[in-house]
């Protein structure tokens, strides 16, 4: 499917392209134990940031996935001159190319709610091991909407839908995941750290419709600060 604004994401190579950037996953980890024995998949990893952190921190095997081939070889650069072994995977998270029971750790920061939950939720699952761990930070719906609104919201960043938290705690159930503890962060974000984490790897020739894609992204940001907001779904079997 196209995605405008994943499509711009890609194109400008935006690393740790989720609420909260690079200092809020590593608060997540943070509270988890890993170590050099682990095996986790960063699925939707975009431009590899977050996978490349894991990697270099936790020295364990690290599995980075994507559907998007031009965010797939930007990580691929990354890793490189970060000389890190990570495994490099293109696939859909709707279908994923591993077999069953791999992973410790599935990482998935803002990428379920691009794709068909009905699909990645149940591959999710199958993937992880019996004692395995999902950690996943997605877009929530806060607020009732208009029709109009969230008409817009979903057209503008091609989301088959948009949930509210007790909506995504059903479907995690739903699709095997007994365990839900959810998250808000309530921290407040540390523009130091923040400014440290952004990172960008842009392509040649961007057309200027990306540019307006990103303008708009800022603008339905500030306009629906309201409504739109995110949780930490920590999920296990
Ligand atoms: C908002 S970006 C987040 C990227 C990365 N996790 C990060 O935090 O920087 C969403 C990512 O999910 C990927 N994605 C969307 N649908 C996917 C699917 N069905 N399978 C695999 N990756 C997908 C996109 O290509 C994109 O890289």
């Given at each position: 499917m196209n995605n405008n604004y994943l499509d711009c994401l890609a194109l400008f190579g935006v690393?740790?392209?989720?609420?909260?950037g690079l200092p809020l996953t590593k608060r997540i980890l943070s509270k988890e134990e890993i170590d050099e024995t682990k095996s986790i998949l960063d699925a939707?990893?975009?431009?590899?940031q977050t996978s490349a952190y894991i990697s270099k921190k936790y020295q364990c095997h690290v599995t980075s996935l994507d559907c998007n081939k031009m965010m797939l070889d930007k990580a691929r650069k990354r890793y490189l001159s970060l000389q890190l072994p990570i495994e490099v995977k293109h696939g859909s998270t709707e279908n994923l190319p591993f077999d069953k029971g791999l992973f410790d750790f599935i990482l998935s920061e803002?990428?379920?709610?691009?794709?068909d939950v009905s699909l990645t939720l149940p591959e999710f699952n199958r993937v992880l091991k019996p004692n395995g761990v999902l950690l996943a930070i997605e877009m929530v719906q806060e607020k009732p909407t208009t029709e109009g609104e969230r008409t817009t919201l979903i057209n503008f960043y091609g989301v088959p839908q948009l949930l509210t938290e007790s909506e995504w705690c059903n479907l995690f159930k739903k699709f095997g995941f007994k365990h839900v503890h959810v998250e808000e962060d309530m921290q407040p974000i540390d523009e130091m750290d923040l400014e440290l984490g952004a990172d960008f790897a842009l392509s040649e020739d961007i057309d200027g419709k990306y540019f307006e894609i990103l303008e708009k992204h800022e603008q339905l940001t500030e306009d629906y600060k309201e409504v739109l907001g995110f949780r930490i779904f920590r999920c296990c079997k």
């Open positions: 690393g740790g392209a989720h609420p909260g939707g990893c975009g431009t590899g803002s990428v379920i709610s691009f794709t």
